[in-house]
């Protein structure tokens, strides 16, 4: 299968992944700022039904829909290491972006080295 689907793929899977633990996080600071907090297991529960935790998780086992596509279409030692790849570097990018995390050197320094790795992982393919 062609590198580009798979690349594809790793990224949709990617994408959705961390829209859906976004919007989990979304609604975690916004029951950390009322004070709920997760402490019983009602809240848990009380939790896990909240509309975007829901669609949240919904949207996460599509990802894992996508990854097993992929996982189908090429080896087991390619579409992992890229799909992590591309999961980090748009984890990075949406805490700095949408959550106002900071970026320190070494995470940078990690994006890079994760960013080598994908073309090396690629070199193989050719």
Same mark, same amino acid.
């Given at each position: 299968?062609? =590198?580009? &689907?798979? *690349?594809?793929?790793?990224?949709?899977?990617?994408?959705?992944? &961390?829209?859906?633990?976004?919007?989990?996080?979304?609604?975690?600071?916004?029951? +950390?700022?009322?004070?709920?907090?997760?402490?019983?297991?009602?809240?848990?529960?009380?939790?896990?039904?909240?509309?975007?935790? *829901?669609?949240?998780?919904?949207?996460? *086992? &599509?990802? #894992?829909?996508?990854?097993?596509?992929?996982?189908?279409?090429?080896? *087991?030692?390619?579409? %992992?290491?890229?799909? $992590?790849?591309?999961?980090?570097?748009?984890?990075?990018?949406? #805490?700095?972006?949408?959550? +106002?995390? =900071?970026? #320190?050197?070494?995470? %940078?320094? +990690?994006?890079?080295? %994760?960013? $080598?790795?994908?073309?090396?992982?690629?070199?193989?393919?050719?």
């Amino acid at each position: 299968m062609s =590198k580009i &689907v798979i *690349f594809g793929l790793s990224a949709l899977y990617a994408t959705l992944s &961390v829209v859906g633990a976004s919007l989990i996080k979304l609604t975690l600071n916004s029951w +950390g700022a009322e004070q709920r907090g997760l402490v019983s297991v009602k809240d848990y529960f009380s939790f896990l039904f909240e509309p975007k935790v *829901f669609f949240g998780m919904g949207i996460i *086992f &599509v990802s #894992a829909l996508v990854l097993f596509k992929a996982l189908s279409l090429s080896d *087991f030692s390619y579409v %992992i290491p890229v799909s $992590a790849a591309v999961n980090f570097i748009l984890t990075a990018s949406v #805490a700095a972006v949408f959550f +106002g995390e =900071k970026l #320190a050197w070494n995470n %940078i320094v +990690g994006i890079a080295l %994760i960013i $080598a790795g994908v073309f090396v992982i690629n070199l193989k393919r050719a």
